[in-house]
C-alpha cells in the first residue's frame, strides 16, 4: 500500500475526492490516499508543498504558478475544475459600503500572503482602475477569521468563493456587493517533483481514478441534496453552483498555460515567468 498525502481545501469542489476515498477506490489500487483539508487555502498548500508536508495539492491555478514561478519544486498535471472561480466581494453587513467604488484605498481581508484571496484583489483592482500598489491587507488565515475582522473593522471587504460564503450573507453578516470570476481556469493539480518523479505510475493511477468520479459527477441521483446538506447551503443555490461548475480531465495546454501567466504578469501578480516544459507535466 502506497501513502500517499493531499490536501486540498473543506469545499464543494473537492466532494469527488471523499467518494473516491470513501468507495475504496484508490485502496482498491494500493494507494492509501490520505487526504487533509486546508481551510487556509492556496498560500498554505503552496508552503506544504514546498515543506514535504503533502505530495498532492488541489489548489487554485493562480495561486500555483506564482509560486512555482517563485521556486516550488512542483508540476501542474492536470486541470481540476475548468470554469472559472466566482469571488464574491463581501464585506460586514451591517457596514456603509454599498458598492465597489466604496472599496477604494480599503483594506481587505486575506488568508495569508499568496492566497488566492490576496491575487483575487490584485485582479479586482486592476479591473477597477485602482493602483495596486495602494492595496492593504489583514491576514485572517480562514473565514473564521475574516468573520472575525470585518465585525470587528479590522478590515473592510473579503474576497471568497460566492457559494461557500453564501450562508454568512444570508445569516446577515456578510453582505456581497459585487463578484470577481478569475479570467483562468479554477483549480488544477499540482505534485512534488520529488513525489512526481519516484511515483509517475501512482500519480497517474490517481488521476485516472479522480477523472472517471469528475466526468459523471454532476449525474450522481441527489448529489444535489448531499452537496446541500454537506456545506449548509441552500438546494437552490447548489442547482446553480452545479450548472456553473465544468470539472477536467486534461492538462493545461501550453497556449493557454501562456495566457494564464501572460494575465498574471500584466496585473503584476508575477515579476517573472515560467517555462512551460518545466511547470507543466503530461501524464
Known sequence: MKTVKIAGVPEHFN???HLCIENGEFEAENIDLQWRNVPEGTGKMCQMLRDGETDLA???TEGILKDIAAGNPSKIVQIYVQSPLIWGIHVAAKSDFQTL??????????SRVGSGSQLMAYVNASEQGWQPDDLEFEIVNTIDGAVD????QKADYFMWERFMTKPLVDQGIFRRIDDCPTPWPSFIIAVRDEFLKKNPKVVEKILDIINKTTVDFKEIPEIDKKLSKLFNQKASDIKEWLKLTQWSQKNLTEKSFNKIQNQLFDLGIIDKKSIFVETVKAM
Open 149 to 152: 475582522a470585518l465585525t470587528n
Open 101 to 110: 467604488k466604496d472599496l477604494k484605498n480599503k483594506k481587505a481581508a486575506i
Open 15 to 17: 466532494l469527488p475526492w
Open 58 to 60: 488541489v489548489i487554485l
